[in-house]
């Protein structure tokens, strides 16, 4: 098997991915561990180019690292606990959370083996990816009924929010 | 005239041929064909990243001279040092000034965000290059994306967090409420321009950046001037220009996110800011004025990038015109501007527009002919424009009844 390019790229975007998660976890200041985060969602962008998908791609910069790396940031920023630095790594439900990660992990793994296609990367990417995906979610039989829902929430998001910062 | 034809014929695709050029010759030294492709690629990418950098040096330059002219000033001149004709090498002894400065660091800052700051910031704006039609054809683009528009609203997006790095890592407290007040900005009007993008990608079909281009047989400004209008409203609040300039506001709110920062850290943040300015200009030129089109790009394609760069010289005359000659708002009205008008209005005008277009096909099978379509749309802009000023003018008229009927009452109490 020769080394192309395409492999270097996917080593160097999981390293990203993986190191800035590690990263995450692991760092004291919360600043920081938002930033690592950062990196971690653009080198999924990365990932998804070597995927050949520049759709999911570009909305994970735009919705990850623009929308919600934001809002987590400014969260940190206006949390009184964040003038103490540096905090401590772990709070006391670190076993819940350490137990209820393992168990998505496996699941994952276990979906992941389900579902191994050896050859997937022969197959070759449609022309259009994005007409493809705009039909898909707009029709009856595709997913028109999750991409509702979907919004319906927002719109319940945003409408929450209103109500929740009105003043009365 | 044989020469002078040859020579007419490579100038009218020289990108291409400068190209091919390049690579017979490192072919010709013994290297295999893909590294060579490769080496050209590289040179290409690394052009097209400098290219913004060369023209923001002039930019500023001419930017000074006319904000100068404007406020009944000289500008850089040679009057003191000699800065070659007009002043016009005055950008490069700044530069040069600011790169041989020293580095000053403030106390307690948090160094690794601090630093980094100023390289993303610039890295984010000579990425947006990358998809911009200089031209006709594929060589005369970085890439032709299928995502094109959306990959350059991504990664504008995307750069916001390096101005809360900047702010936070400063150990400032200005520089942190700064980069608030930045984000706050930012984020809120990338709303109505993401809203006037995606109604140029209804009609155009396509967010394939030549695609747009060649969507554009009646220009998108007269099919669509209020799409245009909202655009560039939003656009000038993004690359922080006049009547939204309150990211820098340097005479009230001290500089805001970057105020820590001197020498060359200083400089790629001012960098970045006029890169930004340009990178909007050339959008708005490839989104609203047609790109490259003109006359004779058929003959000669090189022509295209002439036309390009004609066009995107006038969307920055305007800008600095704007810039230079405007008052600034405050931060209520501009918060204000945003969520009350801008937004609802790219709203109504992505459903007004969106359906209209979709009416449009729907009526002519064959296809619509292409000033039929324009006139349609202008038409409909048209009439959204006269609704939203009649609502926005009742309501304007019933809020002054309002306080007039106050203002009786209390005269009344004040009589009794």
Not at chain 1, 95 to 115: D, E, K, M, P, S
Not at chain 2, 77 to 101: C, E, H, R, Y
Not at chain 2, 281 to 296: D, E, K, M, Q, S
């Amino acid at each position: 098997m020769t080394i192309t390019l395409s492999h270097v790229l996917f080593v160097l975007f999981g390293l990203m991915v993986l190191g800035g998660a590690i990263a995450v976890v692991t760092v004291r200041n919360l600043f920081h561990a938002a930033l690592w985060l950062m990196l971690v969602f653009f080198g999924m962008a990365g990932l998804y180019v070597l995927l050949e998908a520049p759709f999911f791609a570009a909305a994970q910069l735009f919705i990850y690292m623009g929308a919600i790396g934001i809002l987590i940031i400014f969260a940190i920023m206006l949390t009184r606990a964040f003038m103490r630095q540096p905090m401590p790594r772990a709070n006391e439900q670190w076993w819940l959370a350490a137990l209820l990660t393992a168990v998505l992990l496996g699941v994952l793994v276990f979906l992941i083996l389900q579902n191994i296609r050896p050859n997937i990367m022969a197959e070759a990417v449609p022309e259009s990816t994005i007409h493809i995906l705009g039909v898909t979610l707009v029709d009856p039989t595709g997913y028109a009924l999750p991409f509702e829902v979907a919004s319906v929430l927002l719109v319940m998001a945003l409408i929450g929010a209103v109500t929740i910062v009105r003043e009365r | 005239m044989d020469w002078l034809t040859r020579l007419l014929a490579f100038l009218s695709n020289a990108i291409v041929n400068i190209g091919a050029w390049l690579q017979g010759v490192l072919t010709g030294w013994g290297l295999p064909e893909p590294t060579a492709h490769l080496i050209v690629r590289a040179v290409g990418a690394l052009a097209v990243g400098f290219f913004p950098l060369v023209v923001v040096i002039f930019l500023i330059w001419a930017y000074r001279k006319i904000a100068a002219r404007i406020q009944g000033r000289l500008g850089p001149n040679s009057s003191g040092t000699w800065a070659g004709p007009w002043g016009i090498l005055q950008t490069f002894a700044d530069a040069i000034k600011m790169i041989v400065k020293e580095d000053i660091r403030p106390q307690g800052i948090d160094p690794v965000p601090y630093n980094l700051a100023p390289v993303l910031v610039v890295f984010a704006s000579v990425m947006l290059w990358a998809v911009i039609p200089f031209g006709p054809g594929g060589s005369l683009i970085g890439t032709d994306l299928s995502i094109g528009i959306f990959y350059i609203m991504a990664f504008a997006s995307a750069a916001l967090f390096v101005f809360l790095m900047a702010g936070w890592s400063s150990n400032n407290k200005y520089a942190t409420v700064g980069a608030f007040r930045a984000v706050a900005q930012l984020v809120g009007y990338e709303i109505p321009q993401l809203l006037a993008v995606l109604t140029v990608v209804a009609v155009a079909g396509t967010m394939k950046m030549q695609g747009i281009v060649g969507a554009q047989n009646v220009i998108f400004l007269v099919a669509m001037p209020l799409t245009a209008f909202i655009f560039y409203m939003a656009s000038l609040a993004e690359i922080n220009a006049r009547p939204f300039e309150l990211l820098e506001a340097e005479s009230e709110l001290v500089c805001g996110y970057f105020i820590e920062y001197s020498g060359m850290k200083f400089g790629m943040f001012y960098l970045a800011e006029f890169m930004n300015s340009v990178a909007v200009a050339a959008i708005f030129t490839t989104l609203f004025l047609g790109g490259w089109r003109g006359p004779w790009v058929d003959q000669a394609p090189i022509l295209g990038t002439i036309w390009f760069f004609i066009k995107m010289g006038l969307v920055i005359l305007a800008w600095m015109f704007i810039q230079i000659t405007l008052p600034r708002l405050r931060i209520d009205q501009m918060l204000n501007f945003n969520w009350k008008f801008l937004t609802p209005l790219a709203i109504v005008n992505l459903c007004v527009t969106v359906l209209v277009n979709k009416g449009i096909t729907e009526a002519f099978p064959g296809g619509a002919p292409v000033w039929t379509r324009a006139g349609i749309l202008l038409f409909s802009n048209v009439l959204t424009v006269l609704v939203v000023w009649g609502i926005s003018a009742l309501g304007r008229r019933r809020e002054e009844r309002r306080a007039w009927r106050v203002a009786q009452a209390t005269e009344l109490e004040v009589t009794a």
